[in-house]
């Protein structure tokens, strides 16, 4: 099986997994889960922590939208992380842009984009789950 296969195979969650990351408690669906231990994307997890309870303010709060987009292949494995309190579009910026300028993240099975949510409060905790898993 490959692993866009195995993540499609997950709609809603059966079990929540909690952890800490930078003194946040961070939660993952079984999906992102898979995600992390299959695809070695842990980073991906401690690159979305790492916005919750920053300088943002309260930007990070609630609904997001993140994404990891591969850019073309003249940067050599390199990616931009994005995140949005609404919908992408022309008009609603995202409040986060990192460049990741090297990873190793599955494009090839998982597509030049993939998209994932996050929510919570930084009081409460972030759960992060598969768009499949909302």
């Given at each position: 099986m490959s692993l866009s296969t195995d993540l499609g195979q997950f709609i809603g969650s059966m079990e929540y997994h909690?952890?800490?990351?930078?003194?946040?408690?961070?939660?993952?669906?079984?999906?992102?889960?898979?995600?992390a231990e299959a695809a070695g994307a842990y980073w991906l997890l401690d690159a979305v922590s790492s916005?919750?309870?920053?300088?943002?303010?309260?930007?990070?709060?609630?609904?997001?939208?993140?994404?990891?987009?591969?850019l073309?292949?003249?940067?050599?494995?390199?990616?931009?992380?994005?995140c949005w309190r609404d919908t992408p579009s022309d008009?609603?910026?995202?409040f986060v842009r990192q460049l990741i300028p090297y990873t190793d993240f599955p494009f090839d099975e998982l597509g030049e984009t993939f998209q994932f949510y996050a929510c919570g409060t930084?009081?409460?905790?972030i759960t992060a789950m598969l768009k499949s898993e909302y």
């Open positions: 909690a952890t800490t990351l930078r003194g946040l408690k961070f939660v993952c669906t079984d999906g992102m889960l898979h995600l916005y919750q309870g920053s300088q943002l303010d309260r930007a990070c709060e609630g609904f997001q939208l993140w994404q990891l987009r591969k073309p292949d003249n940067c050599k494995n390199a990616a931009e992380l994005t008009e609603v910026k995202p930084m009081s409460d905790c």
